[in-house]
């Protein structure tokens, strides 16, 4: 199994909701990622986890609130978004290592009203 | 911050043409990986070249790295409707993340 699943894909939320975005993998990989992207634009990196510990933030808001329940499970849990937080929210993992290849999800398409 | 710039930045080419777009980083590199994106959906990857290679073929796929220039291009060869899409390269950072460029959007003609 080569997939990294991710619900739902489509999300529709006010500013004063509370969402979780769902992402998991079952090929062993240690190392599992949360990724943005605005329309025409590369991902941009949220978070890493690597054995379910927080290596990275990338300086993102904390309206934004991952957790990595275990080795297979990613979650984003959103509160008091803004608009411009509307985007495509990426879920990838990889092997190890963030150098590694990384598998990615479908995506969740997110749009904040 | 962006380590990988491409070039172009959109190319339209007809069916059973080549495409090649290119890719510049900044740092020092371990690897270089492309990926490729259908419009909305998650990215995929298409081939990864250590920094000690030079060259590698996947299929249609041809990959340089030149580290002195510290670039990249890709190469489709006899390309086929389904390769339109998105490309991007992405460098490991200091091996603590991928860094993507701005990616290439490829439109392939019938």
């Known amino acids: 199994d080569t997939e990294v699943t991710q619900t739902p894909k489509h999300l529709v939320m006010g500013m004063t909701n509370k969402k979780s975005l769902k992402c998991e993998q079952h090929?062993?990989?240690?190392?599992m990622y949360w990724y943005k992207q605005k329309a025409k634009k590369p991902p941009e990196l949220m978070f890493v986890?690597?054995?379910?510990?927080?290596?990275i933030n990338e300086s993102v808001p904390s309206r934004f609130s991952p957790e990595c329940p275990n080795s297979s499970l990613l979650n984003l849990h959103l509160h008091a978004l803004q608009p411009e937080d509307s985007a495509l929210y990426l879920c990838?993992?990889?092997?190890?290592?963030?150098?590694?290849?990384?598998?990615f999800g479908p995506g969740t398409r997110l749009t904040v009203l | 911050s962006q380590q990988g710039e491409e070039d172009p930045q959109a190319l339209s080419i007809q069916e059973g043409e080549n495409a090649t777009m290119n890719c510049s980083y900044k740092?020092?590199?371990?690897?270089l990986q492309w990926y490729r994106q259908n419009s909305g959906r998650g990215l995929v990857h298409l081939i990864l070249?250590?920094?000690?290679?030079r060259e590698k073929h996947s299929g249609r796929l041809r990959v340089t790295l030149d580290t002195s220039k510290k670039s990249s291009s890709l190469l489709i060869t006899a390309s086929r409707a389904a390769d339109t899409a998105s490309y991007f390269c992405?460098?490991?950072?200091?091996?603590?993340?991928?860094?993507f460029g701005q990616g290439t959007r490829l439109t392939i003609n019938p």
């Open positions: 990838a993992s990889s092997p190890e290592m963030p150098g590694d290849t990384q598998y």
């Open positions: 090929m062993g990989h240690r190392a």
């Open positions: 986890y690597s054995y379910e510990k927080l290596s």
């Open positions: 740092t020092s590199i371990n690897n």
């Open positions: 070249i250590r920094s000690n290679e």
């Open positions: 992405a460098t490991d950072e200091g091996a603590q993340k991928l860094v």
